[in-house]
């Protein structure tokens, strides 16, 4: 004789639908947890370039105004009377050496640069150099010649005095316009200027002391 199956009993419904629910508890906790963790990698993450871009902002990208020297002012031609006098039509010129230096990680291009020569007051000579380019971190020198005009100087009343004392009081005046150019897109025009008082000894041809100031306008 057969006997009868036994049936089990069903979960109670309540009992069933807890466990679905921790369920699903469970699965939405994963993925907030997820979600917190790429939003913690992507907030990392823009923390992480926001401070490179600061950083280079004020280091590599930060646009400095080159550095102009005067390196030295030499007589090249100065013709005098029994050593002493300086008379009309005389031939007078110098040698002014200038340099550039270009501080930034990106080139700097310069136009035409100026230096003007000036006497006690009297503008005495110009010259004019061609344009060019210093190089990213670079220093680029130029030597600029100067005609000296005589007429200028022979009617100075105290010229006999200072060639009797050897020593010839200058003022120099630099000007360097370019411009800054980073990564082809940061463009910055520059003009680099510089003034300077030069005690040149007539002897040695050379400069014996020299101040200088200088500025830069963006």
């Known amino acids: ?9 069903l979960a109670p419904a309540a009992h069933r639908l807890s ?3 921790d369920e699903v508890s469970t699965n939405l906790r994963r993925r ?11 907030a990392a993450a823009t923390l992480i370039l926001a401070t490179a871009a600061v950083v280079l902002a004020f280091t590599v990208f ?11 002012v030499t007589i090249d031609q100065l013709d005098l009377v029994n050593g002493t006098t300086l008379v009309g039509g005389a031939n007078i010129s110098l040698t002014a050496d200038v340099s550039v230096k270009n501080p930034n990680f990106s080139s700097f291009k310069y136009r035409n640069t100026t230096t ?3 006497y006690r007051g009297a503008v005495i000579g110009e010259a004019r150099g061609p344009p060019g380019k210093a190089k990213a971190r670079k220093t680029v020198r130029m030597n600029l010649t100067v005609e000296i005009m ?4 022979i009617y100075n009343p105290n010229l006999q005095t200072d060639i009797a004392s050897a020593i010839l009081p200058l003022n120099t005046y630099s000007r360097v316009p370019g ?10 025009h520059v003009v680099v200027k510089m003034n300077c ?3 040149v000894n007539i002897t040695s041809r050379s400069i014996q002391e020299q101040k200088c100031k200088r500025r830069v306008d963006f």
């Open 1 to 9: 004789m057969v006997e009868p199956e036994q049936v089990r009993p």
């Open 19 to 21: 466990s679905d629910d």
């Open 32 to 42: 907030r947890r997820k979600h917190l963790k790429c939003c913690g990698c992507i």
């Open 62 to 72: 930060r646009i400095k105004g080159p550095i102009i020297n005067l390196n030295g």
């Open 116 to 118: 003007t020569i000036n």
């Open 150 to 153: 005589p007429d200028s100087l």
């Open 179 to 188: 411009r800054v150019k980073m990564l082809n897109m940061i463009k910055r």
């Open 197 to 199: 008082t030069v005690s």
